[in-house]
């Protein structure tokens, strides 16, 4: 009886599996959708830049004068009559500067000086002669560049930063100091020539 209960039990199972087979073979095995893949990209996506703004106009100056060795006053000094000179009636005095000492006639109408173009020891000579025949006395201002007078500064071209002043002859900034800083007036006495 082991035997048939065996063989029972065999047979069971095996009409269980053909019966399981038989009933997926008549229905289609249902078929599962394809699971989403992700593709990730080889190279990196393209950034945008930022958006821009327009940039400020950047004003660049001119570089900034090298320090002045010496911001003193010209030595210069009043002139006296007997140092003057006659040519055709015409009386002349020189009187000897350093170079980067600029002057101005105070009265032009008495006095002319030009910077002759000669130097004496080192020294620029400027040549000043009467405008009149009789003895009179004229001032004439002398200004050292370094100190930051001069022709060559000027005021209000752009080159310069605000509080400083353009120096043409240096091509650079300067401090814009007192007016009369590094200036010495002299009195230019004149005699006459007979």
């Not at 087979?21 to 229905?27: F, G, H, K, P, R």
């Not at 289609?28 to 930022?50: D, G, I, K, M, R």
């Not at 009043?78 to 006639?105: M, P």
């Not at 173009?117 to 040549?127: L, S, Y």
Request: aromatic share 6%; glycine share 6%; proline share 8%.
């Amino acid at each position: 009886m082991k035997k048939a209960i065996r063989f029972l039990f065999v047979m069971t199972a095996l009409v269980v599996v053909f019966a399981s087979a038989c009933s997926n073979a008549a229905a289609p095995a249902p078929t599962q959708a394809p699971l989403p893949v992700e593709v990730v990209p080889t190279t990196a996506p393209p950034v945008e830049p930022p958006p821009t703004q327009p940039l400020a106009t950047v004003q660049t100056f001119a570089p900034a004068c090298a320090a002045a060795t010496s911001c003193s006053a010209p030595d210069v000094k009043d002139t006296t009559a007997s140092d003057r000179y006659c040519v055709e009636k015409i009386a002349y005095q020189n009187i000897l500067v350093d170079d980067g000492v600029t002057f101005e006639v105070l009265d032009p109408t008495k006095l002319m000086c030009a910077d002759n173009g000669t130097m004496v020891d080192g020294k620029r000579v400027i040549e000043c002669h009467g405008l009149v025949k009789e003895a009179w006395a004229s001032q004439v201002k002398f200004t050292n560049t370094a100190c930051g007078g001069g022709a060559s500064l000027a005021t209000g071209t752009g080159q310069c930063q605000e509080g400083l002043v353009y120096d043409a002859a240096q091509n650079c900034c300067a401090p814009l100091t007192n007016s009369d800083a590094g200036s010495v007036t002299i009195t230019i006495n004149m005699g006459t020539c007979y």
